[in-house]
């Protein structure tokens, strides 16, 4: 097989991935879009509660309620979605792992999903309660000022949020599979700490809005979950046995060959 046909059928492999991954978000996100006004109501909550007596979201102008709607369902599809998309992302790489490092696909799934649930439980629940509370209560403290939040702009900063969170949380699994693949090990993550320190703070003054406590919301969990990402690779990572023996069954594959 030539180069150019096996390049095409790599493209051809993704594009088919990206198909699946796209249409489920689209089924979930039709799905989502019936209950929007509900799961918007759920996650208002945050902001609602830190709001000053008689205060409330508003809308800016008339489309802003609609697209508000379905940005919240598309977000709220993806997280349903994202086994689903987590799962096409491991069939694309698949194909160049070995056979036990295939082995690993439905763990690598399920902890994927479990981490990145945990991940925006854990903003939601914890964090953005204290965010906005903060936020809020600066905000009317300065000039007297009445807080009268755009409910888009709230969305908008909750689902990057969210997001991020997410995100930080798959650091562990993420760690993981590098060191089984032999890309990392724990020796090379310990002395390289400080780079991930600073990763830390810089995705925290970038996701976040620009207050100290927001940033350190995002850049403590990062923190600690690279810690724990170290304990993972130094106890799973790849062992220089294993190498040796993927060695020897690439020279048995050579001779039979």
């Excluded at 150019?4 to 978000?25: F, N, S």
């Excluded at 489309?63 to 998309?85: D, Q, R, W």
């Excluded at 650091?171 to 060191?179: E, G, S």
Aim: aromatic residues 14%; neutral net charge.
């Amino acid at each position: 097989m030539s180069d150019g046909m096996a390049i095409a059928d790599h493209l051809g492999e993704l594009r088919k991935r990206l198909m699946i991954a796209a249409g489920t978000w689209l089924v979930t996100f039709l799905g989502c879009y019936s209950v929007g006004e509900k799961l918007f109501e759920f996650i208002a909550q945050p902001v609602r509660q830190a709001l000053p007596e008689g205060s409330s979201l508003v809308f800016l102008n008339a489309t802003e309620p609609f697209f508000t709607i379905l940005k919240v369902s598309a977000l709220a599809g993806l997280v349903v979605a994202f086994p689903i998309i987590i799962w096409q992302i491991w069939s694309f790489i698949a194909p160049a792992l070995y056979g036990h490092e295939k082995r690993l696909a439905i763990p690598f799934v399920f902890f994927s999903s479990l981490c990145f649930g945990t991940g925006t439980y854990f903003g939601f629940t914890l964090v953005f309660p204290m965010i906005f509370s903060f936020l809020i209560t600066y905000g009317t403290n300065v000039g007297g000022v009445d807080a009268m939040l755009s409910m888009g702009a709230y969305l908008t900063m909750a689902s990057r949020l969210l997001i991020a969170f997410g995100l930080v949380f798959e650091l562990p699994i993420v760690i993981f599979f590098l060191a089984r693949l032999g890309i990392v090990d724990h020796k090379w993550l310990a002395k390289n700490r400080k780079f991930a320190l600073l990763l830390a703070f810089v995705m925290g003054a970038v996701l976040t809005p620009p207050d100290i406590f927001s940033q350190a919301s995002i850049a403590v969990p990062f923190v600690v979950l690279y810690e724990v990402g170290v304990i993972v690779a130094r106890f799973f990572g790849k062992k220089k046995i294993e190498v040796n023996e993927e060695s020897e069954d690439s020279e048995v594959e050579n001779k039979s060959d």
